[in-house]
């Protein structure tokens, strides 16, 4: 139940600190645009036409052909652009939590950045004790523990594979706790991480609701807007998407409440 209250009372929050949520809006619509104009260009230069969704759909070969023939540029400007995006996202990431964990003004991204990026470079390894323990039900299988065994192949797939995306969603949120024990207490990135993991077991059942409730805040409205508004024209489908981001932001940031409340709760007075 602790994970629940903590998330509606980080819903709460958001709500009172809706520039946060704007923050990660604005940031992936910049990164839209980023992409759209240069590749709109691109394409014109290339091709004589910027091809939409419809086109793309009555002329399946097209996208194929067009990366067979331009896959290299195609490609490094690709990657050029996810690293400028996620540089962007980090530095924004570090802004919004140094505004929640300790009230410090955006501009304090700076003290922060360097140690969320070393966490980001390291996070397969915090990934790695949580998969493992995922994967469990799944090498139960393997090596004939008769519980399993007498199970079929694909009862036991599906509980391998629940337990997979819970402990992904518990990684997931150990991963935040990271970047908040930097700003919380000004410790470098690899004690965060230890410190991380172990607040995530101890409090696993808390962490992966608030992921579960903050996933779902974001994916049912997007089961009623993504697909009956798409075919509605590019503006309203455009509309469509900007809410939809706006709402994942906005979950993110509920989320970011909901763990610092059990940082809070997890570190004596």
Not at 55 to 64: E, F, I, R, T
Not at 195 to 220: R, T, V
Request: charged share 15%; net charge positive; hydrophobic share 55%.
């Amino acid at each position: 139940m602790r994970g629940i209250i903590y998330f509606i009372s980080g819903i709460r929050e958001a709500v009172w600190n809706l520039r946060y949520s704007l923050y990660l809006w604005l940031l992936s619509l910049g990164f839209s645009l980023f992409i759209y104009i240069p590749a709109k260009k691109f394409l014109l230069s290339r091709v004589g036409h910027f091809p939409d969704a419809l086109y793309l759909l009555k002329h399946p070969d097209y996208a194929s052909g067009f990366i067979y023939s331009n896959g290299q540029t195609l490609w490094g400007a690709i990657f050029s652009m996810f690293i400028i995006f996620y540089i962007a996202s980090l530095i924004v990431e570090a802004g919004i939590l140094s505004g929640i964990v300790v009230r410090e003004d955006f501009s304090a991204w700076k003290r922060y950045l360097w140690r969320f990026v070393k966490i980001e470079l390291l996070s397969p390894i915090l990934y790695i004790p949580f998969l493992i323990v995922g994967a469990i039900p799944g090498i139960f299988v393997a090596v004939g523990i008769p519980y399993y065994k007498e199970k079929s192949f694909s009862q036991s797939m599906l509980v391998s594979a629940i337990f997979f995306i819970l402990f992904f969603i518990l990684a997931s949120v150990a991963k935040d706790y990271s970047k908040i024990w930097v700003v919380k207490e000004n410790r470098g990135s690899i004690n965060s991480m230890v410190k991380a993991i172990g607040i995530s077991f101890k409090f696993w059942f808390s962490s992966i609701i608030m992921g579960i409730f903050a996933l779902a805040l974001w994916f049912i409205p997007y089961l009623f807007l993504a697909h009956p508004f798409s075919s509605l024209g590019p503006f309203i489908s455009f509309t469509a998407f900007q809410i939809l981001i706006f709402i994942k932001a906005f979950s993110k940031i509920s989320l970011y409440y909901g763990e610092n409340s059990i940082i809070k709760y997890s570190t004596p007075a």
